[in-house]
């Protein structure tokens, strides 16, 4: 019996979606809106996330030691490093490797390449080359390593440029937010669009549902047909969300890749399409059948 | 098989749709309730199927008060009662067929069932060429067969009739009478709402008077008299 209902209510859904054409397309065009801006807002944040990391992945440290300072100190003090929760990488930058980058470097500058090789020794110290998981760490490591006092050190150009590195972190946390913020009003002012278009298409069912009610219909059964038809909306809508990105990625990819220096959206989109597929047909299809069920609540008090 | 117990409905302090009304309907009557509009015709009928709450008083059927029933109990009481509009209420996404059938598919009948008893109503009341036909592409009079076909093919003990009759002319009347006469023969009970003179002086039963929301008369055998 409950089979039997359970498949009346799926025929009966699709019959009212196909029979209320209109409707349906014009519900269907609205909740494609509501999947373009969440897919364009999936497709920001990768765009954004991908920018900051770049910036961020631009600040770093460095700690310089003393030419006199022995390899396995270094070394140990690396080790050392790598162990705190902070760092994310160190690059060890011996100094033999810092004098051949040095040269290279200046490959064409005569002058500085014959003054090097006067030099018997390397006036070049060893550095390591640290990264943070977060810009705001830069301050503790450096301070765990001007706490530790180790004598090889030359210096840590963390004090020089510590403006720069505040004010980028500074950038990036509100850059973050912004995009949080931005991302959370603009799906709510969506989610409230569809929603108020399903109910006023139901709201013209409103005496339909009475009459059910009165002739022995159960309030599952009368909404069932509902939900149904909230579904195919919502899949409808991300299919054709999806062939929508389809060229304008292909146009907008290259020129945001450009722009931003991040990835190519179009890339992203190929590559991912059927998790960005997913996400919009459990978006519309969510967003439809609760739209639905809550539409029809207030209808079914008879 | 129907009782009202001193049942009183008001909207608000000025109007007063019924007031302290009682009365009870044996099985298989055909009763008639007459009144002006604006008597509390439709207000009583709406009570007995708790479309709307009552003041004050209880309303029984068979032993089960109506009201005491939660959301999810009603659909089966109400099964058991047919019910016919002065409006008609079709569902107009559905056809004629589609509307006869969908009392019983919420009951959660058979698919085979359902073929069967909707056919046989479908010619009861005449309209087994239309049976396809959208409620827009129906007349008046074919509207209100398809709704009383809807109302009798659950095989209910109880028709409730509002009005049945008033937006119809007097040719559809009097089969749509015809229809609900036939229907009570056969051993259904039928209460039927309605100011139609002629409709009540022709069927000679019980008739019950209401105005401004009491009962002034009740008459085995009676006529029309206001």
């Known amino acids: 019996?409950?089979?039997?209902?359970?498949?009346?209510?799926?025929?009966?859904?699709?019959?009212?979606?196909?029979?209320?054409?209109?409707?349906?397309?014009?519900?269907?065009?609205?909740?494609?809106?509501?999947?373009?801006?969440?897919?364009?807002?999936?497709?920001?944040?990768?765009?954004?996330?991908?920018?900051?990391?770049?910036?961020?992945d631009k600040v770093d440290i460095t700690v310089y030691f003393k030419t006199d300072a022995k390899e396995e100190e270094?070394?140990?003090?690396?080790?050392?490093?790598?162990?705190?929760?902070?760092?994310?990488?160190?690059?060890?930058?011996?100094?033999?490797?810092?004098?051949?980058?040095?040269?290279?470097?200046?490959?064409?500058?005569?002058?500085?390449?014959?003054?090097?090789?006067?030099?018997?020794?390397?006036?070049?110290?060893?550095?390591?080359?640290?990264?943070?998981?977060?810009?705001?760490?830069?301050?503790?490591i450096s301070r765990f390593l001007e706490a530790s006092a180790?004598?090889?050190?030359?210096?840590?150009?963390?004090?020089?440029?510590?403006?720069?590195?505040?004010?980028?972190?500074?950038?990036?946390?509100?850059?973050?937010?912004?995009?949080?913020?931005?991302?959370?009003?603009?799906?709510?002012?969506?989610?409230?669009?569809?929603?108020?278009?399903?109910?006023?298409?139901?709201?013209?069912?409103?005496?339909?549902?009475?009459?059910?009610?009165?002739?022995?219909?159960?309030?599952?059964?009368?909404?069932?047909?509902?939900?149904?038809?909230?579904?195919?909306?919502?899949?409808?809508?991300?299919?054709?969300?999806?062939?929508?990105?389809?060229p304008l990625l292909l146009w907008l990819g290259p020129l945001a890749e450009q722009f931003f220096g991040g990835p190519n959206l179009f890339a992203y989109y190929v590559s991912n399409f059927f998790q960005l597929f997913g996400i919009l047909i459990l978006v519309g299809a969510f967003l439809g059948s609760l739209s639905s069920l809550i539409a029809t609540r207030r209808y079914l008090k008879v | 098989m129907v009782y009202f117990d001193k049942v009183s409905k008001?909207?608000?302090?000025?109007?007063?749709?019924?007031?302290?009304?009682?009365?009870?309907?044996?099985?298989?009557?055909?009763?008639?309730?007459?009144?002006?509009?604006?008597?509390?015709?439709?207000?009583?009928?709406?009570?007995?199927?708790?479309?709307?709450?009552?003041?004050?008083g209880k309303i029984f059927f068979e032993s089960q008060d109506v009201h005491a029933l939660s959301r999810g109990e009603l659909p089966f009481l109400r099964r058991r009662i047919g019910c016919v509009f002065q409006d008609f209420r079709l569902l107009s996404s559905k056809t004629a067929y589609e509307n006869i059938a969908f009392a019983m598919e919420a009951a959660g009948r058979t698919d085979e069932d359902i073929n069967s008893s909707v056919s046989q109503v479908l010619e009861?009341?005449?309209?087994?060429?239309?049976?396809?036909?959208?409620?827009?592409?129906?007349?008046?009079?074919?509207k209100q067969r398809v709704a009383i076909a809807r109302a009798i093919v659950n095989q209910p003990d109880l028709i409730v009739a509002d009005e049945p009759t008033g937006n119809l002319d007097p040719l559809n009347t009097r089969e749509i009478i015809e229809v609900l006469k036939k229907i009570n023969e056969i051993g259904t009970t039928?209460?039927?709402?309605?100011?139609?003179?002629?409709?009540?002086?022709?069927?000679?039963?019980?008739?019950?008077t209401i105005e401004k929301g009491k009962i002034i008369r009740d008459d085995k055998g009676g006529r029309y008299v206001i």
């Open chain 1, 1 to 56: 019996m409950l089979l039997i209902k359970i498949r009346r209510v799926i025929k009966v859904g699709f019959i009212n979606f196909w029979r209320n054409g209109w409707l349906s397309l014009a519900t269907i065009l609205v909740m494609v809106i509501t999947l373009f801006v969440f897919g364009s807002l999936i497709l920001g944040r990768v765009l954004l996330n991908a920018t900051l990391a770049q910036l961020q």
């Open chain 1, 74 to 140: 270094v070394i140990a003090i690396k080790d050392k490093l790598a162990k705190l929760n902070e760092v994310q990488d160190i690059i060890y930058i011996s100094a033999d490797k810092a004098l051949s980058d040095f040269k290279d470097r200046h490959l064409n500058n005569a002058l500085i390449a014959q003054s090097l090789d006067e030099l018997a020794e390397n006036p070049l110290g060893a550095s390591l080359n640290i990264k943070a998981k977060d810009p705001a760490q830069y301050e503790s």
């Open chain 1, 150 to 246: 180790i004598s090889s050190i030359d210096k840590i150009n963390y004090r020089q440029n510590k403006v720069v590195i505040d004010r980028l972190s500074g950038i990036l946390k509100a850059a973050r937010t912004a995009g949080f913020g931005t991302t959370l009003v603009l799906s709510l002012i969506a989610i409230l669009v569809a929603f108020n278009t399903i109910r006023l298409a139901i709201f013209t069912s409103k005496d339909e549902i009475t009459v059910m009610r009165l002739v022995g219909a159960s309030s599952r059964y009368i909404r069932g047909p509902f939900v149904v038809e909230g579904v195919m909306h919502g899949v409808f809508a991300a299919f054709i969300t999806m062939i929508i990105f389809y």
């Open chain 2, 10 to 56: 008001i909207y608000s302090p000025t109007s007063t749709a019924l007031d302290d009304v009682s009365f009870s309907i044996e099985p298989q009557e055909f009763l008639s309730l007459v009144g002006q509009s604006g008597a509390g015709k439709t207000t009583l009928l709406k009570l007995l199927l708790a479309e709307e709450k009552p003041t004050s």
């Open chain 2, 124 to 142: 009861v009341v005449g309209l087994v060429d239309k049976s396809w036909h959208f409620p827009h592409e129906l007349s008046g009079g074919e």
């Open chain 2, 190 to 208: 039928v209460l039927l709402a309605t100011h139609n003179k002629d409709v009540v002086n022709a069927l000679g039963k019980r008739v019950i």
